[in-house]
């Protein structure tokens, strides 16, 4: 009886010919997507913001987490109002805010008054929308550096 001698006869090493698919990962395209999603975002997170540039008062109050997006009232050092980015007076502020409104006088609104703005204005303000039925009013400050 003969003995094959060199193991079951397989060869060791690559095959001839024939390519094996590459078994490591290539991240570089992935890297390159989310450096790219990072300066987009980067760009465009303060172009999100309320467009009426008002000096909020800083406190040391928390954050409040909301899901949905607010219903934002501005108003300027001059006593302009602002529904949003647009301009509004203080006689059709109800009307413009009901018709934003989906939850009707359930919506929570934010009043964000200039810290030089005239006290009495951001009062008339709240007690306008108050008048109208709306009863979650908040106001919106800044949050107060530590230095």
Known sequence: ?????GGSGR???????????????????MV???????IVFMVAA??????V??????????????????ITVSITPAGDIYLGDKASSIDTLVADITAQAPNGTDERIYVRGDQTANYGAVMKVMGVLSAGGFSKIGLITAQDQVK
């Not at 001839?16 to 078994?23: E, I, V, W």
């Not at 303060?46 to 467009?51: A, D, I, K, N």
């Open 53 to 70: 540039p008002i000096d909020l008062p800083q406190t040391k109050a928390k954050e409040l987490n909301t899901d949905s997006k607010p």
């Open 32 to 38: 390159d997507v989310m450096l790219v999603l990072l």
């Open 11 to 29: 060869r060791r090493g690559r095959r001839r010919g024939g390519k094996r698919p590459m078994a490591d990962i290539n991240v570089t395209p």
């Open 46 to 51: 303060p172009l999100l913001t309320v467009g």
């Open 1 to 5: 009886m003969a003995v094959a001698q």
